[in-house]
Each structure stands twice: as C-alpha cells, then as structure tokens.
C-alpha cells in the first residue's frame, strides 16, 4: 500500500507519505528480482475467488489519489508492468487534502487525471467518500460512503469502482456490512483482518529502503505482523533500525 510519491526525499513529511520515485523504482527491481509477478484487480480476484495462494504474486493499491501518482508514479509502474488500484475519496477529487485528517497538503487528482490514469492501466476504487472515518457511522451515513460515494467516482470519470479501502483503516461490524451490501467485490484496511472485507495490507512508507522491503516480502512477515499487533512502538524500532542500515 502506497499513498503518494515525489521526484526526492522530501524534507516536509512527517506521515512519511511520500516516497521518492527512485526508491519506488528499486522497490519495483527488487519484486521483480526475486521472481514476485504483479497481479492487476481481475488477476487478484480470480486468485482470490479460486482460493489459492498469493504467493510470490502482488496487488499494488495506493491511497487517497494526490497528483503524484500521475506526475510521478504511473510511468515507473508502467515501465514495471504493474496496473495499480488508486482508492480516492470522490468527494475530494481535484481539491488540496489537507485539511481532512490523515491526509497531506498536496492537491489530490481531477477527475480528467483520474480518466488519464484508467487510460494508463490503473483501475479506480472507493476510500470513503471524503476521508472521514467510517467507525460510528449512521446507516444513513455509511450508504453515503460507499454506494452514493461509488456512483459519484462513476459520474466524474466513468468507472465504477469494484474495491473499497476504509479510510485511516478503522472500521467496524457496521462499515463491513455495509461495503458488503454495497456490492464491491473487495474491501481493504490496514491492519485489521476481515477477510474479503478487510483485507489487510502491507503499507509502504517513504522513508523504507530496499532492506525493509526484503522483509516485507520474506514468508514469515504477515505471521510476524499480526504477533506484533500489540506492539506498535516495536515494529516501528525496527523498521527505523533497518533504514538507517542501508
């Protein structure tokens, strides 16, 4: 899980969302090396509907839909053959982000960006209709984030979206039930596993290197992940230790 890129290191990121395009670029040569082939969201949900192993295999999916997944980004997945899913808030499309929480100060895609990305082998998907947490919500309120927010991504660019990501990754029995009943035929979180809807995610932050990604990818990482759920402060010492060695 990506969320957004620059052309270098950017000084002014304290969420560390976002990573330089060169370290994308080893990210993707290093997937490659290591024999993991990319899978676009038909490839996924056919390996999904069959129940067989992701292994060696991988989805990108980017939050959030800020303007350097096109000025930066989609020519390096390009190059790579990796067709990502971008999750957007339509209710913020073409509008600077930072004023929704867990979002950064650049100005997320327009719809016209958004159609050039489709174009580009990139498949669109719901986060929400405008970044707000879904935990909580009315039931009112919930139809408004998933099906009102998927037929307004459908009316500004012409896709209608078939995945969902909750926004901050916080849901509860409700939000689940009611992308459920929406129709997507995927949803994905952060961290917490709720099977088809709310797929956990291996979330990539702008400041890992190519060491970190190694262990992302090792076998044993999503067992490590979910023992260590409890421990935040550990994974992210870790984490830390292991950028400054590279």
Known sequence: MYHAFAAESRADDPHGLFLPRAR????????????????????????????????????????????????????EFASAGVKPVLLVPPG???????????????ELLSADELV????????????????????GMTNAELRTHT???????????????????????????????AVRTAGYSVAFSVTEDRGRWGIPRTAVASGDSERVLQVMI???????????APLPGVRRCVRATLNRRH
Not at 53 to 70: A, E, H, K, M, N
Not at 92 to 106: C, M, Q, T
Request: charged share 25%; with cysteine; proline share 3%.
């Open 24 to 75: 994308l670029r080893r990210h993707l040569q290093l997937l490659s090396d290591r024999n993991w082939s990319p899978l676009d969201l038909d490839g996924y949900l056919a390996v999904m509907n069959l129940g067989v192993s992701c292994r060696r295999r991988f989805l990108v999916t980017i939050d959030d839909g800020y303007r350097s997944v096109l000025d930066v980004a989609a020519s």
């Open 116 to 135: 050039e990305l489709v174009a580009r082998g990139f498949e669109l998907g719901v986060h929400g209709l405008d970044h707000a947490t879904m935990a």
């Open 92 to 106: 913020l499309i073409g509008r600077p982000a930072g004023g929704k929480v867990g979002l950064g100060d650049e």
């Open 218 to 228: 090792a076998p044993w990482y999503e067992l490590a992940l979910r023992a260590s």
């Open 147 to 177: 099906v009102e927010a998927r037929n307004l991504l459908a009316d500004l660019t012409g896709s209608v979206a078939r995945s969902f990501a909750y926004p901050l990754g916080v849901l509860d029995d409700r939000a689940v039930n």
